[in-house]
């Protein structure tokens, strides 16, 4: 069965810093884009940042880029997403995600969805 188990989430600062794991099981690691999506308080869900396993194209959201960092540690089946200077707008909900297709991960949505971890900055 394919699992995809979020950690990292918390109760943060505006300016501090989170770094959230997802650890990947039941599929070949190495085929599959893996990222997050994170919804707001009454928003809908966002693409914040995922990874493609196969050849190392990252994607950021314009929300996030530029404090933010996906990363993949295949020894691990973990991708981690380093966020810095956390504002109170990054409040959410992030889940894990999963498709062996970058663009449909993007697109049309993920294939494999893991439970959410709740982000909470305070101002």
């Known amino acids: 069965d394919v699992q995809l188990q979020a950690s990292g989430g918390g109760l943060v600062q505006a300016g501090g810093s989170l770094r959230l794991s997802c650890a990947a099981s039941g599929f070949i690691f190495d085929d599959y884009t893996i990222g997050w999506f994170r919804q707001a308080p009454g928003k809908g869900r966002e693409a914040a940042s995922c990874i493609s396993n196969a050849d190392g194209t990252t994607y950021y959201a314009d929300s996030v880029r530029g404090r933010s960092t996906i990363s993949s540690d295949n020894a691990k089946n973990t991708v981690y997403l380093q966020v810095n200077n956390l504002k109170p707008e990054d409040t959410a909900v992030y889940y894990c995600?999963?498709?062996?297709?970058?663009?449909?991960?993007?697109?049309?949505?993920?294939?494999?969805w893991g439970q959410g971890t709740l982000v909470t900055v305070s101002s």
């Open positions: 995600a999963a498709d062996v297709l970058l663009h449909r991960f993007l697109q049309q949505g993920p294939d494999y």
